[in-house]
C-alpha cells in the first residue's frame, strides 16, 4: 500500500462511523446532483442545431468540429 493511501486508510479509520456516514451522504448528494445537471445538459444537445449540411462530415468530422486539419 503506497503511503498517501495508508495515511488516507488511517485517517478514515479514526472518523467514528455516524460522522463518517455523514461524510459520505454528502458526498453521495454532489454526485447525485451532478449526474442530473449532466443529463440535464446532454438532454439539450441538438435542440437549437442550425439546418444545413456540411460536405463529407464524417470524413472531416476533426476539421469541423475541432479545426483539426488533416
Do not use: C, Q
Not at 435542440?47 to 488533416?70: M, P, T
Amino acid at each position: 500500500m503506497s503511503t498517501i493511501r495508508k495515511i488516507v486508510k488511517d485517517l478514515v479509520d479514526t472518523i467514528p462511523d455516524e460522522e463518517l456516514k455523514k461524510v459520505f451522504d454528502v458526498l453521495e448528494s454532489f454526485i447525485e446532483k451532478d449526474i442530473d445537471e449532466a443529463w440535464s445538459i446532454w438532454e439539450e444537445f441538438g435542440k437549437d442545431a442550425v439546418e444545413g449540411k456540411w460536405e463529407d462530415a464524417s470524413e472531416r468530422h476533426n476539421f469541423y468540429l475541432y479545426g483539426i486539419k488533416g
